[in-house]
């Protein structure tokens, strides 16, 4: 249905900053919800923010609001997410991920994933 890329990932100190973009293939982007979620190894996904099909509404778990931002560009077909003040704890794989629904924040919601990028904060 659609096909999703992330990048952006790496290796920041804590306190630093990334961005990351997920990249989308799709007939009709502008008609799905966007969010993004994170794992480590050996723990469930875990929701971190969300974005409705225009833009105009965002969900941010209580973990990085504040301090993480949400926007898509739909023109370009592209979803970010600004990560600003990071956290060891914020270390995890990123995923990008599609559903159909206006805005949603669980995980059985979302019907298309990307494949991860990897974000590592150090001490």
């Known amino acids: 249905q659609v096909q999703l890329v992330e990048s952006g990932g790496g290796l920041v100190q804590a306190g630093g900053s990334l961005r990351l973009s997920c990249a989308a293939s799709?007939?009709?982007?502008?008609?799905?919800?966007m969010g993004w979620f994170r794992q480590v190894p050996g723990k469930e996904r875990e929701f971190v923010a969300a974005?409705?099909?225009?833009?105009?509404?965002?969900r941010y778990a209580d973990s990085v609001k504040g301090r993480f931002t949400i926007s898509r560009d739909n023109a370009k077909n592209t979803m970010y997410l600004q990560m600003d003040s990071l956290k060891p704890e914020d270390t995890a794989v990123y995923y990008c991920?599609?559903?159909?629904?206006?805005?949603?924040?669980?995980?059985?919601?979302?019907?298309?994933w990307g494949q991860g990028t990897q974000v590592t904060v150090s001490s």
């Open positions: 974005i409705s099909w225009q833009g105009g509404s965002t």
């Open positions: 799709g007939r009709t982007f502008s008609k799905y919800a």
């Open positions: 991920a599609a559903s159909s629904y206006y805005l949603r924040d669980a995980e059985a919601d979302f019907g298309s």
